[in-house]
């Protein structure tokens, strides 16, 4: 806001000129700087109108804001899901309400909130359940971890490009880097590598952020030589401002700002001079092997590592790696490339035992290749033990036959997909050359997540489908038993898991259904054939003899016979192994033995085949209850189903057949007993009350207050003080006419009196809604003009402990959950929402008008700001004028000083030429 408290009650010289250099009247002897006020007076009074206008509406901004807090405030207090105060919430009310499962399967429950009517359940025959998906990854790690032999006299290629370029891209900076072991053919696989790395950064440019690839691109020239530059349309500053020292050496020199332009050449050299030929056992020198075994990792160093000086002799003080002088001796005796491969597998077997201790891991040679294992240890029946995770990571993985990226008898979702399914998969055909650049598309439960080339990595892929919610399904990968675990999202039998033909199925396999009658049983159990055989389960031993060709369905059948009632025999559809369960449905430990008393394999244990793929369809919750003695069977997909305002989770079975009679203890029914905390709301309730009528006090005082009066009855004409008109008053003085001043600032305003009475109605209520808030205690209350909420608190308690469904309801029901009209809170939520929604996207109407700190958008958006902005425009416009006026009137006073100074100069000569 423009000052102009210089010119309002100051008449010194300096309060009018500011730092204009005038002479006042020395001359002519006339007051010109009151000749000028006089002359300037109406810019003066038009500028103090405007500041008076100024601060009125600021005042009007301060007195809207005020409004707006207390109902931002309310809202947020009592319809908020954050706040522990929220009527807006069944579950505030619910949890006010505490309900006991009473009988003794009441463990099988657990319940909130409370129903009106009589509700006892009789039976549980299943509780609700994710369907679930397992697949083993053997194959996928066998793949992955698959060995090749080494040629020891064939040397291994190193890269000379290994190292890291730094480019300058306007103010963007990027790296491209390069590993030993990235292994070029040509410079054009340079260049694919370079434009694969510049579509993994960003460039930031006044159009946003995008790929660097889109505006620079690797290309061979015609003369051979890679060169980097700015794609067609893009001219912008661009050089390599740093290099490995190796890599410098490369480009000649073109480094530095002094060499920006629009192409960079980068590599000025040979296909062939881009690796280098070196000794294996060189090569392995200075290379590692990092273990990582059941989650503990150590690292091993593959060369020798006696300490030597500068002529290669053993350091004085120091000893000679005995273990690798020992493989040393024995590869340079060896013959064959397979000598070679087993020296040094007992070169990395003693590496390992120094870090893991013997026994854990083992290394030898098969097929001529390194064979890296856990340790197993076996029982009868040929089941490991141990279950040791292992997996194996090391910079030598190509010079080893190990690979690039590691091997391990589990899955390490850092893998590829070209590690774990082959390159060919993603062979194709483009313009009748080969490629392995395709990409396979994945689906699940039909619905596509993209497509993935070879160079996708396992974890990538289950973060897909983990971050799609259309796929329906959530998996993990589980080390302890191998395999990719998919369950649905949610329960219930028509929520399935299905994986789709091409690449779902090649990485997680799919299931397939057996009814028993198509296997055989020797054929599934790979037992000796006809003879007889032990079944055993949790104690319980059955024997009888099996021919060659019963289908495992009869074994399981007759199995189910023999029992007598003790448990049930079964196939599962989805893995076609017999299952047997006890009379509660839990599942048994189930084995197969051999029972021909004095044959060589009298009492061998058959292993029970490991099925790759297991799936366990949805459940639905299956119960029966009686609800105000009628009794109902029901089904649902979830485990939480409201019963009549009672919300009651499942948690386990009982009386599943439901042919238990009431009155036996065995089937005792499941009821509930429900006793409301009656404080918790009513202080809520009370507190909003209280914080209602505070807020619509204002909203109705704002509007509905007359301007400040004199005792005469008459209207007083208190104006905002502007400049120096408040220096004749005191801090409390002013204190008291301010507030005269703001007084009836918003008188009439129709905003607010619809506001008030929107809120009012509310508060009132009508018909049913109405009569329904009156019985719960919530009345109003008329004086000084102005409706009120009162809180008869005896209605309320009582109502509580009679109905408190109905006070919840009467507060926090919505048409949206199904109720026929909202409830208390949604109405004023709804109306004060529309008046001071601080939403950028749908500001309140008085957030619109005067902005709110609540908004920062807001604060300089709104339509009194508006005003205040435009007054100040014509401050300053008016203030310029009045300049102006000063600047003309004080150059004519100056000059008419002037003049008549030199006038009375010459008089004066004159009258001493005359001897006066």
């Known amino acids: 806001m423009a000052s102009i408290s210089s010119l309002t009650g100051s008449s010194s010289t300096s309060s009018i000129y500011g730092n204009r250099n005038v002479i006042s009247g020395l001359a002519s002897g006339m007051d010109t700087e009151?000749?000028?006020?006089?002359?300037?007076?109406?810019?003066?009074?038009?500028?103090?109108?405007l500041q008076k206008q100024q601060v009125k509406t600021e005042w009007k901004q301060d007195a809207y804001r005020s409004?707006?807090?207390?109902?931002?405030?309310?809202?947020?207090?009592?319809?908020?899901?954050?706040?522990?105060?929220?009527?807006?919430?069944?579950?505030?009310?619910?949890?006010?309400?505490?309900?006991?499962?009473?009988?003794?399967?009441?463990?099988?429950?657990?319940?909130?909130?409370?129903?009106?009517?009589?509700?006892?359940?009789?039976?549980?025959?299943?509780?609700?359940?994710?369907?679930?998906?397992?697949?083993?990854?053997?194959?996928?790690?066998?793949?992955?971890?698959?060995?090749?032999?080494?040629?020891?006299?064939?040397?291994?290629?190193?890269?000379?490009?290994?190292?890291?370029?730094?480019?300058?891209?306007?103010?963007?900076?990027?790296?491209?880097?390069?590993?030993?072991?990235?292994?070029?053919?040509?410079?054009?696989?340079?260049?694919?590598?370079?434009?694969?790395?510049?579509?993994?950064?960003?460039?930031?440019?006044?159009?946003?952020?995008?790929?660097?690839?889109?505006?620079?691109?690797?290309?061979?020239?015609?003369?051979?030589?890679?060169?980097?530059?700015?794609?067609?349309?893009?001219?912008?500053?661009?050089?390599?401002?740093?290099?490995?020292?190796?890599?410098?050496?490369?480009?000649?020199?073109?480094?530095?700002?002094?060499?920006?332009?629009?192409?960079?050449v980068i590599f000025g050299v040979s296909d062939k001079s881009m690796t280098k030929d070196v000794d294996i056992l060189d090569h392995l020198?200075?290379?590692?092997m990092s273990f990582t075994l059941n989650g503990k990792t150590k690292t091993i160093q593959l060369g020798d590592t006696t300490p030597r000086d500068e002529d290669g002799n053993v350091k004085e003080g120091?000893?000679?790696?005995?273990?690798?002088?020992?493989?040393?001796?024995?590869?340079?005796?060896?013959?064959?490339?397979?000598?070679?491969?087993?020296?040094?597998?007992?070169?990395?077997?003693?590496?390992?035992?120094?870090?893991?201790?013997?026994?854990?891991?083992?290394?030898?040679?098969?097929?001529?290749?390194?064979?890296?294992?856990?340790?197993?240890?076996?029982?009868?029946?040929?089941?490991?033990?141990?279950?040791?995770?292992?997996?194996?990571?090391?910079?030598?993985?190509?010079?080893?036959?190990?690979?690039?990226?590691?091997?391990?008898?589990?899955?390490?979702?850092?893998?590829?997909?070209?590690?774990?399914?082959?390159?060919?998969?993603?062979?194709?055909?483009?313009?009748?050359?080969?490629?392995?650049?395709?990409?396979?598309?994945?689906?699940?439960?039909?619905?596509?997540?993209?497509?993935?080339?070879?160079?996708?990595?396992?974890?990538?892929?289950?973060t897909s489908i983990n971050n799609n919610p259309d796929a329906g399904v959530n998996v993990?990968?589980?080390?302890?038993?191998?395999?990719?675990?998919?369950?649905?999202?949610?329960?219930?039998?028509?929520?399935?898991?299905?994986?789709?033909?091409?690449?779902?199925?090649?990485?997680?396999?799919?299931?397939?259904?057996?009814?028993?009658?198509?296997?055989?049983?020797?054929?599934?159990?790979?037992?000796?054939?006809?003879?007889?055989?032990?079944?055993?389960f949790d104690g319980i031993n059955i024997s009888f003899n099996v021919t060659g060709n019963e289908t495992v369905k009869e074994i399981s059948d007759h199995i189910t016979s023999m029992l007598g009632g003790q448990a049930k025999a079964s196939v599962n559809q989805y893995t076609g192994l017999i299952e047997v369960t006890d009379n509660s449905g839990n599942k048994m430990d189930f084995r197969v033995y051999n029972d021909e008393p004095g044959s060589p394999w009298d009492n061998d244990e058959f292993k029970i085949p490991d099925r790759k793929a297991s799936y366990t369809p949805g459940t639905d919750t299956v119960f029966t209850a009686k609800i105000n003695g009628t009794e109902k069977t029901m089904t649902r997909s979830t485990n939480v189903i409201d019963l009549d305002g009672l919300s009651v989770t499942f948690k386990g079975t009982f009386n599943e057949d439901g042919k238990g009679v009431e009155g036996v203890d065995d089937y005792e029914p499941i009821t509930f007993t429900?006793?409301?905390?009656?404080?918790?709301?009513?202080?809520?309730?009370?507190?909003?009350?209280?914080?209602?009528?505070?807020?619509?006090?204002?909203?109705?005082?704002?509007?509905?207050?007359?301007?400040?009066?004199?005792?005469?009855?008459?209207?007083?004409?208190?104006?905002?003080?502007?400049?120096?008109?408040?220096?004749?008053?005191?801090?409390?003085?002013?204190?008291?006419?301010?507030?005269?001043?703001?007084?009836?600032?918003?008188?009439?305003?129709?905003?607010?009196?619809?506001?008030?009475?929107?809120?009012?109605?509310?508060?009132?209520?009508?018909?049913?809604?109405?009569?329904?808030?009156?019985?719960?205690?919530?009345?109003?209350?008329?004086?000084?003009?102005?409706?009120t909420i009162k809180l008869n608190e005896t209605k309320l308690r009582e109502a509580l402990t009679a109905d408190p469904d109905k006070v919840r309801d009467a507060f926090a029901k919505t048409t949206e959950n199904g109720a026929s009209t909202n409830g208390l809170m949604q109405n004023l939520k709804t109306t004060m929402d529309r008046y001071a929604s601080t939403s950028i996207a749908t500001p309140g109407i008085l957030v619109q008008m005067a902005g709110t700190p609540l908004s920062s958008y807001s604060l300089q958006s709104n339509q009194l700001q508006t005003q205040m902005d435009n007054l100040e425009t014509q401050i300053e416009k008016w203030t310029d004028k009045m300049t102006d006026r000063i600047d003309y009137y004080t150059n004519q006073f100056t000059r008419l000083e002037q003049l008549v100074n030199q006038m009375n100069s010459q008089s004066s000569a004159l009258a001493g030429l005359m001897g006066g």
């Open 476 to 536: 993990s990968f589980s080390k302890l038993t191998n395999e990719f675990v998919f369950t649905a999202r949610e329960t219930g039998s028509d929520k399935g898991i299905e994986i789709g033909e091409g690449l779902g199925q090649k990485l997680f396999g799919t299931y397939e259904t057996y009814d028993g009658t198509t296997e055989t049983f020797q054929d599934v159990y790979s037992t000796y054939g006809k003879g007889r055989l032990k079944f055993q």
């Open 674 to 787: 429900s006793t409301t905390d009656s404080d918790t709301i009513v202080d809520a309730i009370k507190s909003f009350v209280d914080d209602y009528n505070e807020m619509a006090k204002e909203i109705h005082d704002a509007y509905s207050t007359l301007p400040y009066k004199k005792s005469s009855g008459t209207f007083a004409n208190y104006e905002p003080l502007v400049g120096d008109e408040a220096d004749s008053y005191s801090e409390s003085e002013l204190k008291r006419y301010e507030e005269k001043a703001k007084q009836g600032l918003l008188f009439g305003d129709s905003t607010l009196r619809s506001l008030y009475q929107s809120l009012t109605g509310y508060i009132q209520g009508s018909g049913v809604d109405g009569a329904t808030l009156r019985s719960i205690g919530i009345e109003t209350a008329y004086e000084d003009g102005m409706t």
């Open 67 to 264: 409004i707006i807090s207390k109902m931002v405030g309310l809202t947020q207090k009592y319809t908020s899901y954050t706040s522990a105060t929220n009527l807006f919430s069944n579950s505030f009310f619910n949890r006010a309400v505490t309900t006991v499962a009473n009988g003794k399967y009441a463990s099988k429950v657990s319940a909130t909130g409370k129903s009106a009517s009589d509700i006892a359940i009789t039976s549980i025959k299943s509780v609700a359940s994710a369907a679930r998906y397992a697949h083993g990854i053997e194959d996928l790690v066998s793949q992955a971890s698959a060995a090749e032999k080494i040629n020891w006299d064939d040397p291994v290629k190193e890269s000379t490009v290994a190292g890291s370029i730094n480019l300058v891209y306007g103010s963007n900076n990027l790296n491209l880097r390069f590993g030993e072991d990235d292994i070029f053919e040509s410079t054009q696989e340079l260049a694919d590598s370079i434009n694969k790395q510049l579509a993994e950064q960003t460039i930031k440019s006044s159009s946003g952020a995008s790929k660097a690839s889109e505006f620079l691109e690797a290309k061979v020239n015609a003369d051979g030589r890679l060169v980097l530059e700015q794609k067609a349309g893009k001219d912008n500053k661009f050089y390599v401002s740093s290099a490995s020292e190796n890599l410098e050496k490369v480009m000649g020199g073109a480094i530095g700002e002094e060499n920006a332009g629009r192409n960079v």
């Open 318 to 462: 120091e000893e000679e790696d005995a273990v690798y002088k020992k493989f040393k001796e024995k590869y340079d005796a060896a013959t064959t490339d397979e000598e070679k491969t087993a020296a040094y597998a007992e070169l990395i077997n003693a590496r390992v035992e120094e870090q893991f201790g013997k026994g854990k891991i083992e290394v030898s040679v098969k097929d001529g290749a390194l064979d890296i294992q856990a340790a197993k240890k076996l029982d009868s029946a040929g089941n490991d033990l141990n279950n040791y995770t292992l997996t194996v990571n090391t910079s030598a993985g190509r010079a080893l036959g190990l690979g690039k990226n590691g091997i391990g008898n589990t899955l390490n979702t850092s893998w590829t997909l070209e590690d774990v399914l082959g390159k060919d998969f993603f062979k194709q055909t483009v313009d009748g050359k080969e490629n392995y650049d395709g990409e396979q598309e994945l689906i699940i439960n039909g619905k596509s997540l993209g497509k993935f080339n070879k160079d996708t990595t396992i974890e990538h892929i289950l």
């Open 285 to 288: 020198q200075d290379r590692t």
């Open 34 to 49: 009151a000749m000028i006020e006089n002359s300037i007076a109406g810019y003066k009074n038009k500028i103090l109108s």
